[in-house]
Nanobody
């Protein structure tokens, strides 16, 4: 089982970027999904999470109002739309899945490999 994250890159402050996470090996439509990130020299932190149906979402305070998590269960894919990016958003972003919600309160059962987002000033 793998969670394949993609969409990272180098952007300038104020730009937008959309990350995608597509699981392989199983269907995650009944799982809560989330994005975490880890900046250089820092611990991994929660960014955003969504319930299995997408009806409930949860955001870290630092990204609320700028980032939007969504999911398309027909495509078995979860997205993270990142707007008004700041240099402090620079990090490796990971997607994660778990049957429980909110994911920010648990250790997710499944993790994907990261995708690097670099925001220049």
């Amino acid at each position: 089982v793998q969670l394949q994250a993609s969409g990272g890159g180098l952007v300038q402050a104020g730009d937008s970027l959309r990350l995608s996470c597509a699981p392989s090996g199983r269907t995650f439509t009944s799982y809560s999904m989330a994005w975490f990130r880890q900046a250089p020299g820092k611990e991994r932190e929660f960014v955003a999470g969504t319930s299995w149906g997408g009806g409930r979402t949860d955001y870290a305070g630092s990204v609320k109002g700028r980032f939007t998590i969504s999911r398309d269960n027909a495509k078995n894919t979860v997205y993270l739309q990142m707007n008004s990016l700041k240099p402090e958003d620079t990090a490796v972003y990971f997607c994660a899945a778990d049957r429980r919600y909110p994911i920010r309160t648990v250790q997710p059962s499944y993790w994907g490999q990261g995708t690097l987002v670099t925001v220049s000033s």
